[in-house]
């Protein structure tokens, strides 16, 4: 094995290399769950904040239909109902805080002196 010396031109065109073939090849190099910052985001704060609701709705359906089925003898899974109940609870506990937070920064906005 031989080790060849590294100068800056050369490691900074293989870096370059590597790279415009990471964008011509169809393999992505960022990896699945990550935005892509070559992406544009067209989501608005309000299409994100309405997502974020309805997945806390979502959640609250899940534990809902869980603790249902617990309770009809459907599942004999209560630490699954519990989790359920814990993630439910928590996601509503986060958008009140949110709430709250909001509204805090609206009052402290109409009581800044004009």
Request: proline share 4%.
């Amino acid at each position: 094995m031989t080790i060849s010396s590294l100068s800056g031109n050369s490691t900074l065109a293989a870096l370059n290399a590597r790279a415009s073939s990471l964008q011509n090849s169809t393999e992505t190099a960022i990896p699945a769950g990550f935005p892509n910052p070559a992406e544009k985001s067209t989501a608005s704060f309000a299409d994100r904040l309405g997502s974020a609701i309805e997945q806390v709705n979502d959640a609250q359906a899940t534990a809902n239909k869980s603790a249902l089925a617990y309770e009809t003898g459907a599942t004999d899974n209560l630490a699954s109902v519990m989790v359920d109940q814990q993630v439910s609870s928590l996601g509503f506990q986060m958008t009140m805080q949110v709430r709250n937070k909001a509204l805090s920064a609206y009052r402290d906005i109409m009581n800044m002196p004009v």
